[in-house]
């Protein structure tokens, strides 16, 4: 059973940082997209940041803040968060795609940016 667990979300005040880690109970090899979503209260979820075997891909809302990265020793994929805002509240979840399509989210982890 393949798990991805998330780590790093808390409460942050406007302008502060935060880093994301999501762990792969298997090698991240075995993924082919990796990623992060959030979820707003009242909206739908939307991607943040994803990367491929070839690109790596960002939210217009998050491009210069945010950044995505992978460690394949520690299987995990980080999302750090720079010059966050109050509209970057919400739960992010980390999500996976192996390489013969199954789709695997974690539990999510809250973000929450005071103003």
């Known amino acids: 059973q393949v798990q991805l667990v998330e780590s790093g979300g808390g409460l942050v005040q406007t302008g502060g940082s935060l880093r994301l880690s999501c762990a792969a109970s298997?090698?991240?090899?075995?993924?082919?997209?990796m990623g992060w979503y959030r979820q707003a209260p009242g909206k739908q979820r939307e991607l943040v940041a994803q990367l491929t075997s070839y690109t790596t891909n960002y939210a217009d809302s998050v491009k210069g803040r945010f950044t995505i990265s992978k460690d394949n020793a520690k299987n995990t994929v980080d999302l750090q968060m720079n010059g966050l805002r109050p509209e970057d509240t919400a739960i992010y979840s980390c999500?996976?795609?192996?390489?013969?399509?199954?789709?695997?989210w974690g539990q999510g982890t809250q973000v929450t940016v005071s103003s």
């Open positions: 999500h996976g795609v192996a390489g013969y399509g199954s789709n695997y």
């Open positions: 298997t090698s991240i090899y075995s993924f082919r997209i």
